[in-house]
């Protein structure tokens, strides 16, 4: 009997939470980003609505990692901080070439301008967005979930036992409203937003991994300040399901290539088979899948990797396997129950 065997085995007899349930996980997650919260880490995340985590164990296509910049976690270097040019050698001589941009570089410039010129418009407050979200996790099988919310994120409605539920929500946060403004807020200045995100998750370990349990993109906790900084980006990212503000979307992507150790894989796919490019900053744990002709969002993929073994009816296990989701189908609707 294999690790996944016993991971099956137990609480089989427990029958699986009714989507009512789930339902309230996705205000809970797509706040993350803009709430950060703490929760003790779990060896692996359990499928929900909006289940967080996603992957597809790929070799790296084609992804050139950013070499490492001098500075400190303190005071990280930047491109454009001033150099001062060496006064040695003889007259006339030039300086050394700028070093060529890595291919995650590259990629994530031609995704900025891809979508800063992209035709959209913002739902208004009232109206329905519809979602089905996939997930498929090694071991369990493939969870799909339909789920209307309304775009302030004050109502949300799911399929329950064949009858239509329309529940209210205190609160729009987390809602798709609130992710489009948390986008909209954003500097322009990819330093700027870097430090906006230091601002939230942290810039220890233990910030890190207090962000990370909350987040829908980070299986593992992030491990260094690039790495942290690349997962809240993606989170808002992967937020913006709904709508988002194209400037703002362009300014994330060109933050993103300024992060060190970001690679890029070709020819990934998401939950739904999807093909798509692959952003990773750390080393391909997990990938932000986008469209490789409009760059947007189509999927997560992660490899579940607990960082410590656990007692499984009394023999020690470590836990592995993928996880990959995908926003399947996303669509402005009239009202909840319509696709």
């Known amino acids: 009997m294999n690790d996944l065997d016993l991971v099956r085995s137990m609480r089989a007899d427990v029958p699986p939470p009714a989507p009512a349930r ?21 060896a692996l995340p359990v ?15 084609g992804g050139t990692a950013t070499p490492p910049r001098p500075g400190s976690a303190a005071t990280p270097y930047r491109p454009g901080t001033a150099v001062t040019p060496s006064r040695s050698g003889s007259a006339g001589s030039h300086p050394p070439p700028a070093p060529r941009a890595s291919l995650a570089a590259q990629i994530l410039t031609v995704a900025a301008r891809t979508v800063a010129v992209a035709p959209t ?40 036992d064949g009858q239509l539920i329309v529940q209210p929500e205190s609160s729009g946060s987390g809602g798709p409203l609130d992710s489009y403004d ?8 990819p330093a700027a937003i870097l430090a906006a995100a230091r601002h939230v998750v942290g810039t220890t370990q233990r910030e890190w991994e207090n962000w990370s349990s909350g987040s829908a993109v980070a299986e593992l906790a992030p491990k260094t ?4 900084e690349f997962d809240y980006l993606a989170l808002l990212l992967w937020n913006a399901y709904a709508a988002a503000p194209p400037a703002a979307l362009a300014h994330v992507y060109q933050a993103m290539a300024e992060i060190p150790g970001v690679t890029v894989a070709r020819g990934l796919t998401n939950a739904v088979g999807r093909a798509g490019i692959g952003v990773s900053a750390n080393g391909g744990v997990s990938w932000l899948l986008l469209d490789p002709r409009t760059y947007q969002v189509i999927g997560l993929n992660e490899r579940a990797i607990s960082q410590r073994s656990v007692m499984v009816k009394g023999a020690p296990i470590t836990f592995s396997g993928t996880i990959t989701m995908a926003w399947a189908d996303v669509a402005v609707v009239a009202a909840p129950g319509q696709r």
Not at 22 to 42: D, E, K, N
Not at 47 to 61: C, E, I, K, R
Not at 128 to 153: C, H, K, L, M
């Open 182 to 189: 948390t986008l909209a807020a954003l500097p322009s200045a």
């Open 225 to 228: 300040v690039g790495d942290a």
């Open 47 to 61: 499928g929900a609505v909006t289940v967080a985590a996603a992957v597809a164990v790929v070799a790296v296509l």
């Open 22 to 42: 789930l339902a309230a996980g996705r205000s809970r997650i797509l706040a993350a980003a803009s709430r950060p919260r703490r929760y003790w880490r779990l």
């Open 121 to 160: 418009s913002r739902p208004g407050d009232q109206q329905w967005i519809y979602t089905r979200f996939v997930q498929t996790q090694t071991g369990t099988p493939d969870q799909s979930n339909e789920n209307w919310i309304r775009f302030d994120g004050l109502e949300q409605a799911y399929y329950q």
